[in-house]
Every structure is written in C-alpha cells, then in structure tokens.
C-alpha cells in the first residue's frame, strides 16, 4: 500500500485495524483506538440542526423554507 494511502484518514484506519487488532500489534493497536475514540467523540459532540417548527401538511399545502437571509427569486 503506497505510504499516502496509509497518510489518509481512511488509510491509517484500514491499516491500525489490520496491524493492530487482527495482527496484534500494539502500536497499531492505539493509534486505532485513538482514530476511533476522535470519530466518535467528534460526532457525540457534533452542533445538532435546530428544530424551528413542525407542522402537519394537508394534501395541497404549501411549504416554504427560509434562511435568515432574503431569499432570491
């Protein structure tokens, strides 16, 4: 595998999994923890979409989003 596959996030992912828990290497090992711990600690903490409004449509209703801009038309 050339060395900037294993550079990108995907890469030393593959390659902790690989070398590290199918293989048993503890280097690997952590570097595979911490890549996994990063993503799911990035994602717990990750700014939800706030919810403005629900409403329920009736058949023929209209919806219209707006951004806090003005729109163009």
Sequence with gaps: MPL???LAPKGVM????RRGLVGG???WRAIWFVVV?????SR????RPETIAVERLRPGGV????TGRRARR
């Design 4 to 6: 900037i596959a294993r």
């Design 63 to 66: 919806l219209e989003v707006r």
């Design 37 to 41: 711990s990063w993503r799911v600690l």
């Design 25 to 27: 290497n503890a280097g």
């Design 44 to 47: 717990a903490l990750q700014k």
């Design 14 to 17: 593959r390659t902790a999994f």
